[in-house]
């Protein structure tokens, strides 16, 4: 087989550690295949190819554009490939051949307000038709489609109409790398005060100004602790600072901005818990990375957490403010015996999630479209 990955969103987070994660899997498995990784120039000298069988090529094409509709599909096609992976849901709508599409949630169909956008109410609502277009065909005309979870293949079943047997369930797993910091590093306390943390952007969905309104309930509790949110964005983070001005919480809110992997560990490692309040996700990978460094996530009450985690972690209903401030409260008054038994409990779901098992799924995806007429 001569298989092309769309790896143009490489060092992005979410999606990007899905591509970094998933070539690195396959890099290790599969010396037979033939495979041509597609970068941009700022990503090319990071990826380091082990076999023969594997290149890279230099494709300087942002993703969402009119570039990417009208010139990808012919840069595809002169390299002859029997299947294209894309691992986002921006597939050029006139690439004529087989492709693999990988969803990872359908957040755009259902967050649809202007607030969820940096653009004049008119120009966001004509990139968002843009965004369902290439979504819509990109599904429809999709040769099979993996989902990250059970709840996201349920999502397109239901939205788009797709035949249950389309699709394939290949779970997201922590971070290769980000393993590797943490059985390598030794913690470092960045503060000298107790904190709760949030690792994610601020995108509307992700519900951080109900978890900032509901910060003040638990000061009131526990005097001493601080909020660090972990992540940066040019403007939602800084619309969330505002917001966290207007209501006298300045002093009160740590913005750590982007983290690395050792820093992420080092935040992780040292917080009281972890707090992941958002409205809908395909996921959730700070949860895992938080149980990894032996910290318990407090989580939203949403169907993929269900699915994922089971009994094992402490839910709270994300528009009830009162009820996120009382089921973290609940996590941290447990005593320390208490806290160690509901970790062990939860990490014992991680150990079910791996990039090899994905990759070995994905590989025999490849080989199923290669194989249909």
């Avoid at 070539?23 to 000298?45: G, M, P, T």
């Avoid at 008119?122 to 999709?142: E, V």
């Avoid at 949030?198 to 969905?205: E, F, I, L, Q």
Wanted: with cysteine.
């Amino acid at each position: 087989m001569r298989i092309g990955i769309d790896a143009r969103l490489y060092t992005q987070t979410g999606v990007g550690r899905y591509i970094r994660n998933i070539i690195a899997e396959l890099s290790l498995l599969d010396n037979e295949n033939e495979y041509i990784i597609y970068l941009r120039n700022q990503e090319y000298d990071l990826v380091k190819l082990p076999t023969e069988n594997w290149q890279k090529k230099i494709i300087n094409i942002p993703w969402h554009t009119v570039k990417e509709q009208l010139i990808l599909p012919s840069l595809l096609l002169k390299d002859n490939l029997d299947v294209v992976h894309f691992p986002y849901f921006n597939v050029p709508i006139f690439y004529p051949q087989k492709y693999l599409l990988t969803i990872h949630d359908l957040i755009v169909d259902h967050f649809d307000t202007g607030r969820a956008s940096t653009l004049p109410y008119p120009f966001y609502l004509l990139k968002r038709f843009g965004y369902k277009i290439s979504l819509t065909r990109g599904i429809k005309k999709a040769s099979l489609i993996t989902a990250i979870s059970h709840t996201t293949k349920q999502e397109i079943i239901d939205h788009y109409n797709v035949a249950k047997d389309k699709i394939t369930v290949t779970y997201d797993a922590l971070d290769i790398k980000f393993l590797e910091t943490a059985k390598k590093h030794k913690a470092k306390n960045y503060y000298s005060f107790p904190y709760i943390l949030y690792v994610g952007n601020a995108y509307p969905h992700k519900n951080l100004e109900r978890l900032v309104m509901a910060f003040p309930k638990l000061k009131k509790i526990f005097p001493n602790i601080k909020l660090v949110l972990a992540g940066e964005d040019k403007f939602f983070y800084p619309r969330l600072k505002q917001f966290g001005k207007e209501n006298n919480l300045e002093q009160e809110i740590i913005f750590f901005g982007n983290a690395d992997d050792s820093q992420l560990f080092n935040l992780y490692s040292f917080s009281k818990c972890l707090v992941f309040p958002s409205l809908m996700e395909g996921f959730g990978l700070p949860n895992l990375e938080a149980l990894a460094c032996g910290i318990l996530p407090v989580v939203s009450d949403i169907p993929v957490f269900r699915e994922i985690w089971g009994d094992r972690l402490s839910y709270f209903d994300p528009y009830n403010i009162e009820d996120m401030a009382g089921k973290i409260q609940h996590v941290l008054q447990l005593s320390h015996g208490e806290y160690q038994k509901a970790v062990l409990h939860a990490q014992k779901r991680i150990e079910d999630f791996n990039w090899k098992k994905t990759a070995l799924a994905t590989l025999k995806i490849y080989e199923m479209i290669c194989r249909s007429s």
